[in-house]
């Protein structure tokens, strides 16, 4: 069943290249943050859905240009500017590095090649999306993403695969990139907003009780994952979401809920500390009860003995190893010094640009369109997403994290739409 529904969905993408190109950029969308061939691995066998996905995109974005339906303003956001300079400064950072990737277990050049993908893929999914009434469908994909990742949580749970869970906590995809759970549960976390704000936005009662109910499921889930970085991450999502909304009833019922999930992953949480705290002390005295605020100090460090492109994507513990040796083994556990300290000042500083440019873009599109309109929804999704990456990102190295740039994909093409179709300036 699930192969049929593969090749028909390469099929139907393959056929509508000309007449429905967004079918192209929805697919690879959908295989990029869902990563299908790592569920139903069985299925593929051979077959790379993520290549063919991505060349029929490309077809179909080559198609487009030549028949003049691109809209080149959605070249000219920050968002595209900052992904194409960090581009630029990969490829130099990897080029002129002193150091190795020796203790990494992805490559400094794999790291540049995976980066340039998203770059690529980037650029061609942009100009795809041209519509109210095909960005919607991009939406609707990650709301079903971010069901079938809850579902496939909470069914390891109630089924007892307690294999897929090692010290109590679920594991993330295996060989995936959402292999580690903590990463996983920022999938869910930066999808939570399609599904809350999906609940006002649907008109039907059913869409409406469905997705209502859906969102325990997915508190659930992350208590299973166990990261204290998606809880922050989720009560981030649920505060942007009650601060937007005007329903007092809906509001309170969101809150309690979320309260009972806090009491509850509470318990685990404390559990998790005691059982960290117990085993530093009990392999060894000298070991930081504290590594990420060890990595962190170190990544600043990185960073200004290296301020201009950086020790070198990938190269963070090599760099940590020769220039700080014995301090701390670990990688970055922050994105911003990731991109700050492997790959320079300038291009952590671009990375908190997308969200500085994005925020701008929300007021904007959000003075112009009500939140129950496709754009408004959009608008209100993406805002919520991209809140429950950043408090996620402080946590953890997510510069190869794909839904990342699905909602900045989104965020920019819904507001060069909105921009369109007014006459008052763009914000500065």
């Not at 594991?171 to 292999?179: A, E, N």
């Not at 070198?312 to 760099?319: D, H, N, S, T, V």
Request: with cysteine; hydrophobic share 50%.
């Amino acid at each position: 069943m699930i192969k049929l529904l593969v090749f028909f969905s390469v099929f139907i993408s393959a056929i509508l290249i000309s007449s429905a190109p967004w079918v192209s950029a929805l697919l690879y969308s959908t295989v990029s943050i869902l990563q299908p061939q790592y569920i139903w691995n069985w299925a593929f066998d051979s077959f790379s859905i993520f290549t063919v996905s991505a060349a029929i995109a490309i077809l179909a974005w080559g198609w487009q240009i030549l028949q003049g339906n691109v809209n080149w303003e959605v070249y000219k956001t920050g968002q595209f500017k900052g992904v194409m300079g960090l581009l630029l400064i990969f490829h130099l950072s990897n080029a002129l590095t002193p150091y190795d990737t020796y203790f990494s277990l992805v490559s400094g050049d794999l790291m540049v090649e995976t980066f340039t993908t998203i770059a690529i893929m980037y650029t061609v999914v942009l100009g795809l999306i041209n519509s109210e009434n095909t960005i919607k469908y991009f939406g609707f994909m990650y709301i079903l993403v971010v069901l079938y990742f809850a579902y496939w949580a909470n069914d390891h749970y109630f089924a007892g695969n307690w294999y897929m869970f090692k010290w109590g906590r679920l594991l993330g995809l295996h060989k995936s990139p959402y292999r580690d759970g903590n990463v996983m549960s920022i999938v869910l976390t930066t999808g939570l907003g399609f599904v809350m704000f999906g609940i006002t936005f649907f008109k039907q009662k059913l869409i409406k009780y469905f997705l209502i109910l859906s969102v325990p499921l997915v508190w659930h889930a992350l208590i299973l994952f166990a990261s204290r970085g998606a809880l922050l991450s989720a009560a981030a999502v649920t505060l942007f979401f009650v601060m937007v909304m005007r329903s007092k009833t809906l509001n309170l019922a969101v809150l309690a809920g979320f309260a009972a999930m806090l009491i509850w992953q509470g318990a685990m949480l404390t559990s998790r500390t005691t059982s960290t705290v117990a085993q530093a002390q009990q392999e060894n005295a000298d070991v930081p009860l504290n590594p990420r605020l060890v990595s962190w100090g170190v990544g600043f460090d990185i960073a200004l003995e290296h301020p201009l492109l950086g020790a070198g994507p990938q190269r963070f513990q090599y760099a940590s190893a020769v220039l700080f040796p014995g301090k701390s083994p670990h990688v970055a556990h922050n994105t911003f010094l990731n991109f700050s300290a492997n790959t320079g000042i300038m291009a952590g500083l671009i990375y908190l640009s997308f969200f500085i440019v994005s925020f701008r873009q929300y007021k904007y599109v959000r003075k112009h369109k009500q939140g129950d309109s496709v754009n408004g929804y959009i608008n209100l999704a993406c805002a919520g997403g991209l809140v429950g990456y950043f408090v996620g990102a402080v946590f953890l190295d997510l510069i190869v994290f794909e839904p990342f740039y699905f909602l900045l994909v989104l965020m920019s093409t819904n507001y060069c739409m909105v921009k369109a179709g007014n006459v008052p300036a763009s914000p500065k």
